[in-house]
């Protein structure tokens, strides 16, 4: 007889409540206490129990014969072993790299979303294990905001300081009339927070800010980067012409006396420099709204009714974090400020600005009350951390020199990559440039679920088990609510738990007691629970013991700030409450920004042209974002996120017009190519694309045909055509939202997608 059991889980994208049938997992729904849970958790079960599960260790064939280069990595077949011999292998790797080349020549890239617990997030696992040996070459800052991750604390501030205080939805609702939208407010993004999310608010707090009259412009190239229920306006632009369109702004406000010259007198240095640039004094091109339509596509009427309607009412700036990751993204942050700044409006209730409403469920709805307790990763005496996107360029150019927040600095010769939690052939730009640059290092390590393409870049492959195969606990970076993860099923095959395979590798390498200080997984568990506990009393708040939490429902604590407007101490005393920039006021000119002396980010907000990289560029934009389907590439074999694709491939949405003069109807197989590679796709006909754009979803796991022209990636990733130049040379962001592609109908026998399933594995003994 069947024995069902119904348990209580946590994800990135929100508390689960999941249904296990004779140890194996079923479904997993939404909490019943979440307004809006997401249905991203119709992925776990299939995907956990799917064919592309790494069941065994594996070591890559032509690796484990002694002659790694006869058979390129991400084309190789692998053998499976034994535990005992995939760690012995290891912890020889790992000696001979740090004997040999010293430890700066291990690299651990991990980077991703692997776990919502707050034990077993694999992150923390590897690199409390690495730092116990000697460290590790890492890298900073992440693909989905970096660009303002260094540039914002030069102009204002701390970023991850000030996402946190960004202004509460629940006040704009109350005091703004106007929310300008650069980017939009994308619904799919808010299913999801770092760590994970208890409640999903946005959709609620979004629509009392629509039934109190709140107007929205959503400036966007894609009419659904908000809901119908906003009755958005939408106004779209040229791909990476936002910057020219806040400057066309600007000038409105300049030109017809309607900027705040108080407020800028002081809170702000610099707008001395900034006018005549915006006038057209310092390079005779004024930045008019004639200017700025013939970057945007705007008509100049429309860029002027827009400034004047900002200027008398009450009014937001929204910056989403897609609108850096082009071309120059750092200058329409400085800009949006810029523009906030003459306004006068910053650290009003309901005006100024934000950058980043939308990057996740909590932004402007809720924050922690406290800080919870975490796996210590110890001290890492490595000093070389290289920005997040220049792997590729790391790879390739071992001991090269780069330009980095004004300095130049040289990558590490990464001899081992160890990554964990992640896959850059979801995230990274210009795949097949990276699948290249992957067959320099002598060795590579993945832990991993499935046979992702990350995982068949590795030497050695190690299974380990899903946040679903363990016990923890979830408590996102940013949300109020402590989640019970209890294990609801064994990890299939010979899958381990992540501690338990560093703690294996310690033994052998004499750090057992460093890494595991004589505790088990459940007493690390219990230890970081009682630290929680500890700092929930400090702050007023009684937590259960940890069976008791353990067994329970969903703890939610309160708001710690649930008025917060951005920046009001400022405002109110700019004195007493100053910035941390070297003028303690808003830095509309950067002195030492200019003084970096670089060609790509001059000391006021500037616009740049995108770069012409090739003559076969390709004719229409190319756009990408995160899917409604999936969290980035996680879980992409699993139910949910296949139901939305279009003969297996990633849909690609296609303006009526491009689709008509291309012969492309609805559901077609079609096919994306530029100067770097080709991609397959499932066409989806829509007016809610901008004519001359194409949006292909994220997160596709790369499936290359390495027969085919380019390697052309059957599957629809759209990093298989996205250019590896970085936004600047001051934060070397990602820009992958500056390609361009063309299209066409694909023709011929459409292959099958090959990722979902395993590569050719062997047994030691064959």
């Known amino acids: 007889m069947a024995t069902k059991?119904?348990?209580?889980?946590?994800?990135?994208?929100?508390?689960?409540?999941?249904?296990?049938?004779?140890?194996?997992?079923?479904?997993?729904?939404?909490?019943?206490?979440?307004?809006?849970?997401?249905?991203?958790?119709?992925?776990?079960?299939?995907?956990?129990?799917?064919?592309?599960?790494?069941?065994?260790?594996?070591?890559?064939?032509?690796?484990?014969?002694?002659?790694?280069?006869?058979?390129?990595?991400?084309?190789?077949?692998?053998?499976?072993?034994?535990?005992?011999?995939?760690?012995?292998?290891?912890?020889?790797?790992?000696?001979?790299?740090?004997?040999?080349?010293?430890?700066?020549?291990?690299?651990?890239g991990s980077y991703g979303w692997s776990s919502a617990g707050r034990f077993h997030h694999a992150q923390s696992q590897l690199k409390r294990f690495l730092n116990t040996i000697g460290g590790f070459s890492y890298s900073e800052g992440n693909y989905s905001y970096n660009a303002a991750l260094v540039m914002m604390p030069y102009i204002v501030g701390p970023f991850r300081q000030h996402i946190a205080q960004a202004t509460r939805w629940t006040v704009i609702a109350e005091h703004s009339e106007l929310v300008v939208m650069f980017g939009g407010m994308a619904m799919r993004n808010t299913q999801v927070s770092d760590g994970g999310v208890g409640t999903h608010r946005m959709r609620d707090n979004l629509r009392k800010c629509a039934d109190a009259g709140v107007k929205f412009v959503n400036i966007s190239p894609l009419r659904t980067d908000t809901d119908a229920f906003l009755e958005a306006e939408w106004k779209p632009v040229h791909p990476g012409s936002d910057t020219a369109l806040m400057l066309g702004l600007s000038y409105v406000l300049w030109s017809e006396g309607l900027m705040d010259e108080a407020f800028l007198a002081r809170y702000s240095v610099g707008f001395d420099q900034f006018e005549k640039y915006l006038s057209g004094d310092a390079d005779g091109t004024p930045k008019t709204p004639e200017w700025a339509?013939?970057?945007?596509?705007?008509?100049?009427?429309?860029?002027?009714?827009?400034?004047?309607?900002?200027?008398?009412?009450?009014?937001?700036?929204?910056?989403?974090?897609?609108?850096?990751?082009?071309?120059?993204?750092?200058?329409?942050?400085?800009?949006?400020?810029?523009?906030?700044?003459?306004?006068?409006?910053?650290?009003?209730?309901?005006?100024?600005?934000?950058?980043?409403?939308?990057?996740?469920?909590?932004?402007?709805?809720?924050?922690?009350?406290?800080?919870?307790g975490t796996l210590p990763q110890g001290k890492n005496p490595v000093a070389n951390v290289i920005p997040v996107a220049m792997i590729g360029e790391m790879l390739r150019n071992p001991r090269g020199n780069y330009t980095y927040k004004g300095e130049t600095r040289q990558f590490p010769d990464a001899r081992l990559v160890w990554w964990a939690g992640g896959n850059p052939f979801h995230h990274h730009q210009d795949l097949l440039r990276l699948h290249h640059a992957f067959q320099s290092p002598e060795t590579v390590i993945v832990n991993d679920l499935n046979w992702t393409?990350?995982?068949?870049?590795?030497?050695?492959?190690?299974?380990?088990?899903?946040?679903?195969?363990?016990?923890?606990?979830?408590?996102?970076?940013?949300?109020?609510?402590?989640?019970?993860?209890?294990?609801?099923?064994?990890?299939?095959?010979?899958?381990?738990?992540?501690?338990?395979?560093?703690?294996?590798?310690?033994?052998?390498?004499?750090?057992e007691e460093l890494f595991a200080e004589g505790r088990s997984a459940d007493e690390w568990l219990r230890h970081i629970w009682e630290e929680t506990r500890e700092v929930g009393q400090r702050n007023g708040v009684a937590l259960p013991d940890w069976e008791t939490f353990h067994a329970g429902d969903?703890?939610?604590?309160?708001?710690?700030?649930?008025?917060?407007?951005?920046?009001?101490?400022?405002?109110?005393?700019?004195?007493?409450?100053?910035?941390?920039?070297?003028?303690?006021?808003i830095e509309i000119y950067s002195e030492t920004l200019a003084g970096f002396g670089l060609p790509d980010c001059k000391g006021h907000a500037s616009y740049f042209a995108p770069r012409d990289l090739s003559a076969d560029e390709g004719e229409l934009f190319l756009l990408s974002g995160q899917p409604k389907t999936r969290l980035h590439s996680q879980l992409d074999n699993g139910?949910?996120?296949?139901?939305?694709?279009?003969?297996?491939?990633?849909?690609?949405?296609?303006?009526?017009?491009?689709?008509?003069?291309?012969?492309?109807?609805?559901?077609?197989?079609?096919?994306?190519?530029?100067?770097?590679?080709?991609?397959?796709?499932?066409?989806?006909?829509?007016?809610?694309?901008?004519?001359?754009?194409?949006?292909?979803?994220?997160?596709?796991?790369?499936?290359?045909?390495f027969d085919a022209p380019q390697a052309r990636d059957r599957h629809g990733n759209p990093n298989a055509l996205t250019h590896d130049e970085r936004t600047s040379n001051l934060s070397q962001s990602p820009a992958s939202h500056s390609a361009r592609v063309s299209?066409?109908?694909?023709?011929?026998?459409?292959?099958?997608?090959?990722?979902?399933?395993?590569?050719?594995?062997y047994s030691e003994t064959d």
Not at 555 to 582: G, W
Request: net charge negative; charged share 25%.
């Open 5 to 108: 059991t119904t348990k209580l889980t946590a994800n990135h994208w929100g508390v689960g409540t999941a249904e296990v049938q004779d140890g194996r997992i079923v479904s997993i729904d939404g909490h019943h206490d979440d307004p809006d849970p997401s249905p991203i958790n119709g992925n776990v079960a299939d995907s956990l129990n799917g064919r592309a599960r790494i069941l065994r260790p594996a070591i890559r064939k032509s690796w484990l014969d002694g002659n790694p280069t006869a058979v390129a990595r991400g084309r190789d077949a692998f053998v499976e072993v034994s535990w005992d011999r995939a760690l012995d292998l290891v912890a020889d790797e790992l000696n001979r790299v740090r004997s040999t080349h010293g430890n700066e020549g291990i690299f651990a």
């Open 293 to 372: 339509a013939t970057h945007t596509g705007w008509a100049a009427d429309d860029v002027t009714d827009l400034a004047r309607k900002m200027a008398a009412n009450r009014c937001m700036i929204s910056v989403a974090a897609g609108v850096q990751r082009t071309d120059y993204g750092e200058q329409a942050l400085w800009m949006a400020v810029t523009l906030a700044a003459m306004l006068g409006q910053i650290g009003l209730p309901g005006g100024g600005y934000t950058i980043g409403y939308g990057v996740n469920a909590n932004v402007g709805n809720m924050e922690r009350l406290f800080r919870w």
């Open 453 to 511: 393409s990350m995982a068949r870049h590795a030497d050695i492959v190690l299974p380990v088990a899903a946040a679903q195969e363990r016990d923890d606990f979830g408590a996102g970076k940013s949300d109020n609510a402590l989640v019970p993860m209890q294990k609801l099923a064994d990890p299939p095959g010979e899958a381990r738990v992540e501690f338990e395979i560093f703690h294996d590798l310690a033994a052998r390498l004499g750090t």
């Open 554 to 585: 969903v703890i939610k604590l309160p708001d710690p700030s649930p008025h917060q407007v951005f920046l009001s101490d400022f405002r109110a005393d700019p004195v007493a409450h100053p910035l941390p920039t070297p003028s303690g006021l």
């Open 639 to 705: 139910a949910y996120s296949l139901s939305r694709k279009i003969k297996g491939r990633e849909p690609v949405l296609i303006h009526p017009y491009d689709a008509e003069v291309r012969g492309i109807s609805d559901g077609d197989v079609v096919e994306l190519f530029n100067a770097r590679g080709r991609c397959l796709a499932g066409a989806r006909v829509t007016d809610e694309v901008l004519e001359g754009c194409v949006f292909l979803w994220t997160g596709a796991w790369w499936d290359p045909d």
């Open 743 to 761: 299209l066409r109908r694909f023709e011929g026998t459409v292959p099958e997608i090959t990722v979902h399933a395993p590569p050719v594995l």
